[in-house]
């Protein structure tokens, strides 16, 4: 089927050639989310701006016409969605029709720019993005569109600051980015984007996991059980929608680790590790919690896996580090450690297990040595000289 044909006038405001092509795109995106198929009939029609907007949409040999002041353009194009969908002889859903408020924007040029973003190629696409922004720097289209492109490009700190205090409508965008977000380290904007997902209706569960999972890390470090504890009902509901998702599984672990109850949250790691037995942050999490839980033996074979999956990750050295040592195998500890600081040379802890293991096998020059290097990293930090800084 060739895509629908469009004509748009801006009046006085310039209109590229690729927004008629956005605005099918846009109204196709929500008859797909939908569940509508194209297959017939065609639609196209044409778009101007006047006192207002102006549309006509032709569907075969029907014709109708809409109108909306400049400030509910995003309501005009809903509404054309909302026919199309009508002679597909189906209808939006709520989520579909939601998303059209993150186009929302007083500014005709804005909306026109945008609508040329989403029609125009991978490339050239960002020039129009970036102006709609810079037209209207609350819509929230563009700082989406914009924040997308950041991510791909290996930018996440330019995602955080188009995303800071936003609240998209549409709740899959939402937790896409609240998701990335965290994985990039942003845990406070990721917080509000994963808000809005979580509260999507019917629920998302990833994202409902992923809140549950960022709230418990941030509970250990204020102290807050009424974080914990919302924490553990989202992580819960998480595993009853998505019980074939190691992620609701994870983030219920991930809880009742930041409760202390280890030994729950290695079960639950178990759990997870038997839908993605090759995760390697699952692996790393599961066998800190057993090794927490004072089980090394049950700790070992976890980080022997963990280190296959990650085998530059210095924090999974640490942890083979700790079990060594906890079994009674202090060289072998010593090694690990050793590794662990040299894979990791800017992490202070993994410098401050490194001297705690060199001191306890004998070596106080290389105690020394690691602690002197762990304080440069972290100015003021309290090392005892006597060992014993860090323990499980």
Not at 206 to 220: E, F, H, K, N
Request: charged share 20%.
């Amino acid at each position: 089927m060739s895509p629908p044909t469009w004509l748009i006038d801006g009046g006085g405001w310039p209109v590229a050639t690729e927004a008629a092509v956005g605005l099918a795109r846009r109204i196709s995106s929500a008859l797909e989310r939908s569940g509508l198929e194209q297959s017939s009939p065609s639609f196209g029609g044409a778009l101007w701006a006047g006192d207002g907007w102006r549309a006509e949409l032709n569907l075969g040999s029907a014709r109708k016409e809409f109108d909306a002041p400049f400030d509910l353009g995003h309501h005009l194009l809903a509404r054309l969605a909302e026919a199309v969908a009508a002679s597909f002889g189906g209808k939006l859903t709520d989520s579909a029709l939601r998303s059209f408020d993150d186009w929302a924007t007083s500014s005709p040029g804005a909306l026109l720019a945008a609508l040329a973003g989403l029609g125009a190629g991978e490339g050239p696409s960002r020039q129009h993005w970036q102006r709609a922004f810079e037209l209207d720097p609350s819509m929230v289209a563009p700082r989406l569109a914009l924040a997308q492109t950041a991510l791909a490009t290996g930018n996440p700190a330019s995602a955080s600051m188009l995303l800071a205090g936003l609240r998209p409508r549409d709740e899959s965008a939402a937790a896409e980015f609240g998701l990335a977000l965290w994985a990039a380290g942003d845990a406070q904007v990721a917080r509000g984007l994963l808000e809005v997902a979580a509260a999507a209706q019917p629920p998302d569960p990833v994202a409902m996991a992923g809140l549950a999972a960022l709230l418990a890390r941030q509970a250990v470090g204020d102290q807050s059980h009424d974080l914990l504890d919302e924490a553990l009902l989202l992580a819960t509901q998480a595993s009853q929608h998505a019980s074939d998702d190691y992620r609701a599984w994870s983030a219920l672990a991930d809880v009742h680790r930041a409760r202390g109850d280890f030994a729950q949250a290695g079960f639950f790691y178990g759990f997870a590790l038997r839908l993605a037995p090759d995760s390697p942050v699952v692996l790393k999490d599961a066998a800190a919690a057993w090794l927490l839980a004072h089980e090394p033996a049950r700790a070992l074979p976890l980080i022997e896996r963990a280190l296959v999956a990650a085998p530059a990750d210095g924090e999974n050295f640490g942890n083979l580090a700790f079990a060594r040592d906890a079994l009674g195998e202090p060289a072998a500890a010593l090694a690990a450690a050793r590794q662990a600081a040299a894979l990791n040379p800017a992490n202070p802890r993994l410098r401050i297990l490194h001297g705690d293991l060199a001191l306890k096998a004998g070596d106080r020059d290389e105690a020394l040595d690691a602690w002197a290097r762990a304080a440069e990293l972290e100015p003021g930090i309290f090392i005892n000289t006597e060992g014993g800084n860090i323990a499980i």
